[in-house]
């Protein structure tokens, strides 16, 4: 069964920077979409951004220029660096292939906040 594990939240001001990393236990990782996702209070899970196995990226409008996604398929890893953060931010966010699978892992909190 695949598994997603991700780290790397941290509570942060705005205008500061994290980077996310997800580890997903899939033999197929290396020709898989992988992408971000998070989810607000109250607010349904949102596609963030995604990768394909080429490189190639895509980010929703919000995270333009400020988030890049990457992988590194030989350690099954995909990260997101996120900078100048605003505290529109703050989710739980998660890793997932793209479109997502009904398995999500425990996601890692983060919090822009003064």
């Known amino acids: 069964q695949v598994q997603f594990v991700e780290s790397g939240g941290d509570l942060v001001q705005p205008g500061g920077s994290l980077r996310l990393s997800c580890v997903a236990s899939r033999s197929r990782f290396t020709f898989d979409v992988m992408g971000w996702y998070r989810q607000a209070p109250g607010k349904q899970r949102e596609w963030v951004a995604r990768?394909?196995?080429?490189?190639?990226?895509d980010y929703v409008d919000s995270v333009k220029g400020r988030f890049t996604i990457s992988r590194d398929n030989a350690k099954n890893t995909v990260y997101l660096q996120m900078n100048s953060l605003k505290p529109g931010d703050t989710a739980v966010y998660y890793c997932?292939?793209?479109?997502?699978?009904?398995?999500w892992g425990q996601g890692t909190q983060v919090t822009v906040s003064s």
């Open positions: 997932n292939l793209w479109p997502a699978l009904s398995t």
């Open positions: 990768i394909t196995p080429s490189g190639t990226t």
